[in-house]
């Protein structure tokens, strides 16, 4: 594999975004194409099964474009998909769920770690598993938080409404007396503000999209496969499943100076007609 | 076409089980086949063109039961599909918008009508087209209501953040001085009673529910389809893409007292492999 090649970002939809972003200021240097499964969002209510299926079928759209590394965005992807995912394809793949659990450990030091995410990602189990392989001892309570998903792709990311259900999804946790949260999904970042005031300064809010970029320069830098500088700005595509407007009005609200090509493909059509 | 042959339903998810319940209760002779893609689920936000297409797969799997009326529950999917649809399929298809229109017109006194939706719902402007072509008086007002499907489907359908929610969404058009409001989501008459308490005794809630099974009540009288009464329970028979468990769970929120066996189907699989 070349250093030349690029980095593919897959996530359910625009919430990867915030790992693009994270990517672009931890790597200057390395082209990256992304992959918004938009018109199949949102992962996170739906099963196992089929959000393997849509994965499975993302993730081969995205080695057609033979990148050097292929990062998982999505949490309830991370969650359920990437083992599967791991054993057919040939390029190293990142998943966001065992970075998350890193960092969080790394933070915490009363060992008890919150962990908030769609409904798919906490019924998965894979961050208590993810802390509980590196360290036995810790303790994780989990909160699916259904809401903040929509909130975010609304533009509600403040104001009374999203303080209200902050404060009811994550009064349990805090009752726990953790001291450390995971935001376990892509969309989470943009609520970060809000979550920082409903749980004070006791608590550290562990961000998937900075831990993930960290995590692929680590690896990059492990395989010596770091893209040079160039004259040229690296080059960022994405690829969207549904309609261009809509991930574009969604992309500003979480990166607001998002550049590069978007490209509408058709991904899972029916095989029937 | 044979008096015996099953209606069909056909919703993108769960929604589409307030219209079932309300055509149980009307026409207690008939068979009804549901499907639900609960898969792909939300249409709501998604592009007219992803709809259609998702809606035609969805048409194509129902019309193998031959049906004697297909009813498109989906507001999303009868507001951007359903002339598209009945261009080719040669079954009687009724969406939910125009008995919605016609019902608000019934009960409007000033003309001067809400309606709420998805996004997409009322980005297409299928409610005001409908009521200008029975009514060129009155007016409409809009409004889309994103976090209400959610809410639902998390099992919120009552308490402070769900009306303040309503509130913020609602005062809007209360300040239109409408006299009707159009829930013109198949998911929305779950939220009436919160929505009554916030719109008050002076505006008429239109369900469309109820208006969807009082227009195929009339539809079968009119042509002589309806199934005469026999001693056997008519059939109910639910398919849905995604598993069956979770379409279960908000199905019991939404029709308590459902029966009837469900059962999952895969449409729109990838051509790819």
Same mark, same amino acid.
């Given at each position: 594999m070349t250093a030349a090649a690029p980095i593919a970002i897959f996530d359910s939809g625009v919430g990867g975004? $915030?790992? *693009? &972003? @994270?990517l672009r200021r931890a790597l200057a240097n390395e082209e990256i194409i992304y992959l !918004?499964?938009? *018109? &199949?969002v949102p992962y996170g209510p739906k099963s196992a099964a089929t959000v393997k299926r849509f994965g499975g079928e993302c993730v081969e759209f995205l080695l057609h474009f033979r990148p050097k590394l292929v990062i998982i965005a999505c949490n309830t992807a991370s969650a359920t998909a990437l083992e599967d995912l791991d054993q057919i394809v040939d390029v190293p793949l990142l998943g966001v769920i065992e970075p998350g659990a890193r960092a969080?450990?790394?933070a915490s030091n009363l060992r008890r770690i919150g962990v908030i995410g769609t409904r798919a990602t906490i019924t998965s189990g *894979?961050? %208590?598993r993810a802390v509980a392989a590196l360290d036995k001892g810790a303790t994780v309570f989990s909160r699916a938080c259904p809401l903040f998903v929509p909130m975010v792709e609304e533009g509600r990311t403040k104001g009374p409404v999203v303080k209200a259900v902050a404060q009811e999804y994550l009064t349990p946790l805090l009752e726990q007396e953790i001291d450390t949260l995971i935001l376990g999904? $892509?969309?989470? %970042?943009?609520?970060?503000?809000?979550m920082a005031e409903v749980v004070g300064a006791g608590v $550290?809010?562990?961000d998937s999209a900075e831990t993930m970029a960290t995590a692929a320069k680590e690896l990059l830098a492990a &395989? !010596? @496969?770091? &893209?040079? @500088?160039?004259? @040229? $700005?690296?080059?960022?595509?994405?690829?969207v499943t549904d309609v261009i407007d809509e991930f574009e009005r969604v992309g500003r609200i979480i990166w607001p100076d998002m550049t590069g090509r978007i490209e509408r493909v058709e991904i899972g059509r029916a095989a029937l007609r």
């Open positions: 975004l $915030t790992v *693009a &972003r @994270e !918004g499964d938009t *018109a &199949r969080a450990l790394g *894979a961050y %208590p999904c $892509t969309h989470y %970042p943009v609520l970060k503000s809000v $550290t809010l562990i &395989r !010596g @496969e770091g &893209r040079p @500088e160039s004259a @040229e $700005t690296p080059k960022q595509h994405f690829y």
